[in-house]
């Protein structure tokens, strides 16, 4: 189990705000912000996450496959899809969830 505290992660100048409201969470983001959404899906995981991505104005969303291994919740590894706005996408296989949050953040600081 990897422990990594807040402080011991890179600094960087970009603000990530992460959508956990209903509608159009975009409304709300700050020039400076990058909206970030998470879709736990199960089957297909793409078609629904780009349809949130949409409705919510959302900059990127992390799709993860909660019905695959090393998947989802109380584990110690996650996978992913990320995809962002501009139709970029980004298969993540599966590893520790720390690792995870580096390559989330790696993909976002590529939004433009």
Known sequence: HENCQKRSLPHHST????ARHRGRSGDR???HQRLIGFAAQTGDIV????E?????QLDAIAA?????????FGGDQNQAIF????????????????????YLL???????
Not at 15 to 18: G, M, T, Y
Not at 47 to 50: H, Q
Request: charged share 25%.
């Open 52 to 56: 949130k991505l949409q409705r919510k």
């Open 83 to 102: 995809l962002d706005k501009s139709g970029n996408k980004q298969a993540i296989a599966p590893c520790s969830k720390l690792e995870m949050a580096h």
């Open 64 to 72: 993860n496959p909660v019905d695959q291994p090393n998947s989802g």
């Open 47 to 50: 078609p629904p996450a780009l």
């Open 29 to 31: 983001k700050r020039p």
């Open 106 to 112: 790696d993909f976002v600081q590529g939004i433009v």
């Open 15 to 18: 603000s990530i705000a992460r």
